[in-house]
């Protein structure tokens, strides 16, 4: 398989072909994801809270998340490496968004940056792209404006659908490649995703966007915690490790492991 590329994404959309965003964060999530056919690799900030522990992606840094990008972008046959850009390397002007984005393209092999917001990160989104750094935007809900936003709550109701299309055909405008929209009714997502041009990808956004999203480990049941209504588990990998590594400790308790096969003679 060759390289997937933005045009790559505008053109399956215009197919009417459906397509998958994936977060990945290290060597072998991505080469099982990128072997799985999933278009996009997310290194996202959501690495914060599924790599680092953290309770939200605020305090994620530029310099936790670049080892990250780097390990995917080397695991990545096929798929668009795409970065998250962390919550204060880019808001503060189109220059620091630059500097930021420049950071992840040179240091770490991204081949897309993705950052948070509607108009007021237009003239972001306009730099990076005439610089040649191909942008997702993400509005809806945005983790990284949650004290803003009021929590985690869904966006877009009522007299907010149209500022959100508005929102939309700005950024495309601003030549953003494809649009992720959070917590979204359906209807609205489906209003947006026939406005635009370019593919809209969602998470909590219905059926009708160009695109899906989600985190490896809430979409593989890694986190056995409780998950947001938008996510679907389709594995249970915390039970299967859990009890894998039961086996490994009570083996090696009752003398079990390491057997003779494992060991070496003299
Ligand atoms: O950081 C992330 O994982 C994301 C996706 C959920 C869209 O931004
Ligand atoms: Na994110």
Known sequence: RKRIRTHHLQQLKEQGEKWTMLTAYDQYTAAIFDDA????????DSASNNVY?????????????????????????????????????????????FHTAVRFMKEANAHAVKL????????????LTDAGIPVCAHIGFTPQSEHNLGGYRVQGRGDDAARMVEEAKALEAAGAFAIVMEMVPSPVAAEVTKALRIPTVGIGAGIDCDAQVLVWQDMLGLNSGKTARFVKKYANLHSVMLDATKQYVSDVKEGAFPAAEHSFES
């Open 37 to 44: 056919g999933v278009e996009v690799l997310l290194v996202g």
């Open 53 to 97: 522990g953290n309770e939200t992606s605020l305090p994620v840094t530029v310099d936790e998340l670049i080892p990250l990008v780097r390990a995917v972008a080397r695991s990545a046959k096929s798929a668009l490496v795409l970065a998250d850009l962390p919550f204060g390397s880019y808001q503060g002007s189109p220059e620091q968004a």
């Open 116 to 127: 948070e917001g509607g108009l007021a990160m237009v003239p972001q989104v306009k730099l």
